[in-house]
């Protein structure tokens, strides 16, 4: 009996052992670990990385992310990768604080099984790159800088540097953050200027930075008197010629003519031109004209013209007589939004006309003579073109007839100073003296 009953007892205990084995069994397959080491870092202005210890038996893990200070978590991302010990979470907003925790899973049965504890941390997003909208100077000594607006910033930076090694660069905390622009003064006159900005925010009490914008560069205006022959309070007009300097010598003859009767003109070269015929630009320089930039080679109109069409003419004109041009007309007067920036960009007003003299549709010198003698009036910009015979007949006309009738010839830049008091600015286009249109094409 004693044998039979230690036998039972025997039994009993091999059942009550197999049940705790299956007891824990079951606990095992609801249950997975608790992520542990987990550390985050911001990555972009729209992604933070994370990293973790894995853990054993999970088949991936859970993202959660909430904005700091926000009473609740959302699930965020699913990283369905039992080895995966780090992950980047995108498409989240930039100049932002969050709260992350991360969760392991596995899968029983069409049940998910999620880690019971975790640690929640915090990071952010850097705010989005800045962009420049304008750079210009509109006067002696000072650039002004447009930036485009970011509304989660807590501020922004400026730095400025004559040529473009920033390492010597000054800078500029403006902690407005409904700024959008900023004027920089008493820099060297007839130097270049490049300039960045950044967007910055807080996430606690930590400043985060955003990344610098593309550089970009300006010359400063200087500050320009007036000849000493000019007198306020008499008519005066510009007289203008686009497309030269010509491939005969047409140009060379209304220089003659302009220096015989001390006037001065402006001239709308194109580049391609311009570095055919140094002597003319110089000569040009010497006779008090001024230089304008009419794009590179003439080939594109309108929508058409691009940014480097201007660039690359004003550096043609440098490269063959030192000096850079002052002015712009657009070929066939087109105005665009690509126009205006590169403009401002490279401190260039621009120059329509308030009197037409057609002259490259008539190329007849009596034609061009009257369109000039029978309309002129004080303050106006006189369109023409140094590439026909016929215009420069006309020029040698009309010129001692003006200065007979009280006009002064003078540059577009100088016919601006005198008629309003102020320096043309940057990316404006005169129409006359006074009145302004950037209306775009």
Known sequence: MAKKIRGVGIFLIALIIVAAFAAMSAVQMNSIGNVEKLSASPSSDNSVSFEWKKVAGADGYFIYKSISGADSFEKAAQVKDAKADSFTLDNLEQAQSYDFYVTAYKSRSNKIV???EYQCLSSYTRPSKQAIKSLSSPDAGVISVK???NSKASGYQLQYVQGKNFEKAKSIDIKDVSAVEKNIEKLAQKKTYSVRVRSYF???KQ??????????SVAVAEKVVMASNINVNKP??????????????ASDKILDVLEKYNARATFFMVGTNAKAHPENLKRKIKLGCELGNHTYNHEHYGKNVTGEDIKKCSQAIYDTCGQYPTAFRSTGGNTTETILDQCKTQNLPLYYWSLDTQDWKSRNADKVYNAVMKNVEDGDIILMHDIYDSTAEAVERMVPKLIEQGYQLVTVTELVQAKTGKNPVAGQQYVTATEINNKTS
Do not use: C, H, Q
Not at 207 to 216: F, P, Q, R, T
């Open 147 to 149: 930036w485009e607006k």
């Open 207 to 216: 400043l985060v930075a955003g990344e610098w914008s593309d550089i970009k």
């Open 202 to 204: 807080y996430s606690g």
């Open 236 to 249: 005066m007009i510009a007289l203008t010629f686009d497309d030269g300097p010509g491939y005969n010598s």
């Open 114 to 116: 999620e880690s019971k």
